[in-house]
Nanobody, 115 residues
Framework: QVQLVESGGGLVQAGGSLRLSCAASGSIFSIYVGWYRQAPGMQRELVAG???????TYADSVKGRFTSSRDNAKNTVYLQMNSLKPEDTAVYYC??????????WGQGTQVTVSS
C-alpha cells in the first residue's frame, strides 16, 4: 500500500511562493493524486488534482495561482503555489482516492501566509 508524505510548507509573505512535494513510497504512475487543505475550524477541501496522465484540475480559489505536476520516475507529485494569500493558510495534504475514502491521511505540511 502506497504511503504519501507531504513536505515543503513554511511561512511566507503574501505574494510569495512555495512548492509542496508529495513523495510516495511506491509507484504512483497510474494513480490520481489530490491536494487538499484544511484551515483552522474549516472542513478539508480539495484544491488541486492530477490524473495519471497529468491532467490537472483546480478549485476556483486557486486557479491561475497553483500548479500541480508529477514526476512518476521519482514517485513524487508537486504543488507549486504562487501569489499566495493569507487565506491560503492551512495544512496541506496529498492523498489518493483509495486512502481518502478509507479516512487515511498523512501528517500534512503547514503553510502560513502572512499579510
Amino acid at each position: 500500500q502506497v504511503q504519501l508524505v507531504e513536505s515543503g510548507g513554511g511561512l511566507v509573505q503574501a505574494g510569495g511562493s512555495l512548492r509542496l512535494s508529495c513523495a510516495a513510497s511506491g509507484s504512483i504512475f497510474s494513480i490520481y493524486v489530490g491536494w487538499y487543505r484544511q484551515a483552522p475550524g474549516m472542513q478539508r477541501e480539495l484544491v488541486a488534482g492530477i490524473s495519471s496522465t497529468g491532467t490537472t484540475t483546480y478549485a476556483d480559489s486557486v486557479k491561475g495561482r497553483f500548479t500541480s505536476s508529477r514526476d512518476n520516475a521519482k514517485n513524487t507529485v508537486y504543488l507549486q503555489m504562487n501569489s499566495l494569500k493569507p487565506e491560503d493558510t492551512a495544512v496541506y495534504y496529498c492523498n489518493t482516492d483509495r486512502h481518502r475514502l478509507r479516512g487515511m491521511w498523512g501528517q500534512g505540511t503547514q503553510v502560513t501566509v502572512s499579510s
